[in-house]
């Protein structure tokens, strides 16, 4: 199987801090890979680095046999689709301006009223009906802005999707709604994705295969199903959420 992203002995500091210590992580074509790790293990940072938000100290990352830092940018980012963290809309833009926020930009332009009706279109797909459309965020509740979210990332049918910690600040339910809309999506589009969570219920939910970060090491990688039955003691900590183990409370 080939893969999509390839990160090797990738390592990034701030200042006396190393975030990232040396990860190497590879991601299959056409899978969900979930990187799970405490808040301030490096996670956003890794992803920031994939998407040349951050530049690494050293090391590789590959998408697609290519190398991140070569090439053109824009048809780079055009190949990615992004949930952000709390949805992160632009407030003063209507529902569907912000789905079609890449389509109506850049290298992915169309015409205004073929934007719409893809916005349309991908509101349909996450379960918002059309008259949602005209709509601002701040007249959405949490779980719609999320799949306003959702429906963004997708509109211009990326080949791999980010999704950062998809469901905080979302009830146990919705975010059951979300990861099955993530899941659903993710393998009709036959794209690849990769989430960072602390979320195990999204974990078991949206993954293929499991990463676990900390300390900026990449301690345990495999099929969600080998998960549970792993002996990594930084693993079983942080699935079980205990506060006894490798990984100091306190911190």
Known sequence: MTDMIEITELKKSFGPKHVLRGVNL?????KSMVIIGGSGTGKSVLLKC?????????????????????GDRDAFLARFGMLFQGGALFDSLTVWQN????????????????????AI?????????????????????????????????????????????????????????????????VSEMGATAMTITHDMTSVRAIADTVA?????????????????????????????????GPIESVR
């Open 121 to 185: 279109e991908k509101l349909r797909r996450v379960g918002l009906k059309p008259e949602t459309a005209d709509l601002f965020p701040a007249e959405l509740s949490g779980g719609m802005q999320k799949r306003v979210g959702l429906a963004r990332a997708i509109a211009a049918e990326p080949e791999i999707i980010f999704f950062d910690e998809p469901t905080t600040g979302l009830d146990p339910i919705m975010s059951g709604v979300i990861n099955d809309l993530i899941r659903e999506i």
């Open 99 to 118: 789905v079609a926020f890449r389509l109506l930009r850049g290298s992915l332009k169309r015409p205004k009223a073929e934007a719409r009706e893809i």
């Open 50 to 70: 994939v998407l040349g938000l951050v530049t690494p100290d050293s090391g590789d990352i590959k998408v697609d046999g290519h190398d991140v830092t070569e």
């Open 212 to 244: 676990m970060l900390h300390d900026g090491l990449i301690r345990w990688t495999g099929p969600v199903e080998q998960m549970d039955a792993a002996d990594d003691p930084y693993l079983q900590q942080f699935i079980h959420g205990r506060a006894d």
């Open 26 to 30: 590879s991601v299959p074509k056409g």
